[in-house]
């Protein structure tokens, strides 16, 4: 259920490395969005700014709430998917699909906390 090619942090996001080194996208769980239900809103960061790992970089609002998502890795913004902004209910009709922002990984190291997944997905059960 959860893609492979990704890992996934204890908050719901994932991010996918496999795009070029050191480059990830990143972009939250089925579980997070079926537990938000239908996404009305993004609320993300501007290119060029950098957050640590595990630092809030922007909001998901749905029709019950607003949650804060979190960078999985301490990253700088390189681009923000236009398209999940002007629509984010292709979050909750293809969620791992959906990226929300590209980063370029500041340290990689910091990869090897995040789960497998069959790990998330043995969490989310």
């Known amino acids: 259920m959860y893609p492979p090619e990704c890992l996934y942090t204890k908050e719901h996001e994932w991010i996918q490395t496999t795009v070029e080194p050191k480059i990830g996208r990143i972009g939250i769980t089925d579980y997070a969005q079926s537990q938000l239900g239908d996404v009305v ?6 290119v060029g700014l950098s957050f640590g790992q595990g630092e809030q970089f922007g909001s998901v609002e749905s029709v019950k709430a607003v949650s804060d998502l979190y960078l999985p890795v301490s990253g700088k913004i390189l681009e923000v998917n236009a398209e999940a902004v002007s629509s984010p209910e292709l979050i909750n009709s293809d969620p791992h699909s959906t990226w929300l ?4 990984i500041i340290q990689p190291d910091e990869l090897s906390a995040l789960l497998h997944s069959n790990d998330y997905e043995s969490l989310t059960k």
């Open 41 to 46: 809103y993004l609320d993300l960061p501007e």
């Open 101 to 104: 922002v590209e980063i370029e």
